[in-house]
């Protein structure tokens, strides 16, 4: 299964690819971060990542797109910035009729390191080692989004599949 993981963001989204499935070294397929100034408009800065999040779909066509779930109790105005970049993530994977997951922050450092406290630089060595890396991607935003496509690689792969065979069924009888 090739998937590939969203950090959003509106300055920095995070973007990377792995492909692999449960029980197996995984392999890097992709990594980099998806940029917007800072100082543009809010629109200008959303269609920014909708076409760079469009490319990287042409580019690596995945089986699925995991997107971080956004959850904040604390800064509202930084919480929708990301959740707007989240958005177009999900709105350009949808359009193209690929699944998508989201998995929350502390479900992916579970996964990842073993700790749903985890922070991002045990973060950052553990996706380094899983995918057997030279070095650390860089940004954080980048290895999170690897981190993310680990973590759907492991705990989505068989919901995946599920709804892959659902989904036949229901083709195959639409009364159903």
């Known amino acids: 299964m090739r998937v590939m993981g969203v ?13 692999g499935r ?8 992709a990594v980099g971060v998806v940029r917007t100034g800072a100082d543009e408009e809010l629109g200008a800065r959303l269609v920014g990542i909708e076409a760079g999040i469009e490319r990287w779909l042409d580019e690596i066509r995945p089986d699925a797109v995991a997107v971080e779930r956004v959850f904040s109790q604390h800064n509202v105005r930084t919480v929708m910035g990301t959740a707007q970049a989240a958005g177009i993530a999900i709105l350009c994977a949808a359009r193209r009729g690929l699944p998508v997951a989201l998995h929350t922050p502390s479900e992916v450092k579970a996964a990842i390191t073993g700790s749903g406290t985890a922070d991002k630089k045990q973060v950052g ?3 380094t080692r899983l995918l057997r890396l030279a070095e ?15 973590c ?15 989904s036949r069924a229901t083709r195959r009888n639409p009364t159903r």
């Open 136 to 150: 650390m991607p860089k940004p954080a935003d980048a290895a999170d989004a690897l981190a993310l496509a680990i």
């Open 7 to 19: 950090d959003p963001g509106l300055t920095r989204c995070g973007v990377g690819a792995v492909e």
């Open 152 to 166: 759907h690689v492991w705990r989505g792969g068989a919901q995946h599949r599920l709804s892959q065979a659902l």
């Open 22 to 29: 449960p029980g197996a070294p995984l392999s890097l397929v």
């Open 125 to 127: 060595t553990m996706v």
